[in-house]
């Protein structure tokens, strides 16, 4: 019987699931874990994300052409509908399924992992990884994080959003594509996809579009901004409100300015250091 952790992921629709399906499999770094994603090449660079291993797998329908009746499936994805998911439901043993939607309900056969959710059979919590709670200087003043997919190009055409505030530019991982250069003259200082984590931990304000990358500035002790994103669910913005943080859409500058004038007094919400409770969570329904 094997354990699969699917995550719905790609340079097209961001790496913000992926970076948290690395956390939670870090988190299980005792159980023989195999991540399935829908980027092949994704699958082939998890290792440097922790994950020793990975498949390619294209597409959600052939998640049972690796995994076999009865297996045990950690599922992070919106792309299925009601029938595929019961169907899921009834061919894994265990089935745990990772949710943003604060509208979701936990269904009969499956465990839920949510934010917004608590209950039998839930967990309410988020993944963070543990070197976020640790302290480190902040030396870095400002840092800017547009995500790990633009293949729009909206960080260009939204430059004026940031480019006076002259803050280091974090490169997203797989991300800039041809235009990579061209951006890195255009900020004073930037950071390659390696340095994400010190980044992320020594940037003493952050502003991003990654969900995730919120939530480790948070955890970091940094004051992260949100960039809501057109072509992103909005799911996080409840979340967020209640944490404090700030969130910024359509490239509001003067929003944004006056934002930022107002992070001395702003007190943010510590968010909970809960790795032990959804480890535990975790194990206990895989083991059943």
């Known amino acids: 019987m094997n354990i699969y952790y699917y995550v719905h992921t790609g340079h097209r629709i961001g790496l913000d699931r992926f970076r948290r399906a690395c956390t939670i499999i870090r988190l299980l770094k005792d159980m023989d874990i195999t991540l399935l994603c829908s980027d092949f090449r994704i699958a082939n660079e998890a290792r440097h994300f922790g994950v020793d291993k990975a498949v390619g797998i294209d597409v959600i329908r052939n998640i ?53 959710l608590s209950g039998e059979g839930i967990c309410n919590a988020v993944a963070i990884d543990d070197k976020y709670f640790q302290d480190k200087e902040k030396t870095i003043k400002l840092s800017y994080f547009f995500g790990d997919d ?41 950071h390659e996809f390696e340095e994400y984590d010190d980044v992320i931990q020594k940037s003493e304000i952050l502003i991003t579009s990654s969900p995730q990358a919120v939530l480790e500035s948070l955890a970091s002790g940094a004051k ?65």
């Not at 061919?91 to 934010?115: A, M, Y």
């Not at 960080?155 to 951006?183: I, M, Q, R």
């Open 150 to 190: 633009d293949y729009e190009k909206d960080l260009e055409k939204n430059l004026a959003f940031v480019e006076d505030l002259n803050p280091d530019l974090l490169l997203g991982f797989y991300y800039f594509l041809d235009y990579e250069d061209s951006l890195k003259g255009k900020f004073n200082k930037h």
């Open 64 to 116: 049972p052409q690796i995994a076999k009746h009865g297996d045990k499936l950690i599922f992070d994805s919106e792309e299925a509908n009601p029938i595929m998911l019961d169907d899921m439901r009834k061919f894994f043993s265990t089935f745990i399924r990772v949710s943003d939607d604060k509208n979701d309900k936990k269904e009969q056969g499956e465990f839920l992992i949510s934010p917004y």
């Open 224 to 288: 992260p901004i949100y960039i809501q994103r057109e072509d992103y669910a909005s799911d996080f913005q409840e979340l967020f409100k209640k944490m404090n943080i700030p969130i910024i859409e359509n490239y509001e500058k003067c929003q944004l300015l006056t934002t930022l004038k107002s992070l001395e007094t702003r007190e943010y919400y510590n968010v909970q250091h809960n790795s032990d409770k959804l480890r535990d969570f975790i194990k206990e329904n895989l083991n059943l």
